[in-house]
């Protein structure tokens, strides 16, 4: 399985990049919420580092390995939980978003299901499905300020991994810390990574 490439632009497409690893060129699918940062993130000679997500697309009597491409884990993670939703296969994901990540997850949080119909390929029913499978799960996702992040998340405690992935989301340390500090003064029995993000990202939203 193939987790990670690394390789010079060699094509650029609308939803894909044809990257050269030394004589090899692969296909890489690319959402457009993600290649909105990929020219910020190649160097001087148009080389690209990508997690990737790895599957097989099966027809009839042939399968075809591909990869979809993202530039840091938190991409990935929300790709991954959106395809979580009964009918939204990888393919369908990838047409989707096509907005920044944020936003949909905001309008998941909200259940603004004409947002999420207006992405390509989400009518109404599947809008409801998104919003019935993922409210109140993708807190985390609507504080991406939607420029790349490069740092992986290292295996600490809640309050270090939730810190790391704000500064992560270029928040400042001082704004990010504080902002932890305030949840779990109101909320002591918070006991997962997961959860504290969505209390800071719901504690932002009302400030705002």
Known sequence: MISRICGKIVEKGVNYLILDLGGLSYEVLIPACVMQGIDKSTDGQAKVSLLTYHYYAVEQAKSTPILIGFLNQVEKDFFEIFITVSGIGPR????????????????????????LRSLPGIGEQRAKEIVAKLQNKVGKFGLIQDRSMHEKIAAKNITEEALDVLLQLEYKRTEAMNMIKKVLEINTQVSTTEDLLNLVYKQRRLVK
């Open 92 to 115: 369908a994901a990838l047409k989707a978003l096509n907005q920044p990540i944020s936003l949909i997850a905001r309008a998941i949080d909200e259940g603004d299901l004409a947002y």
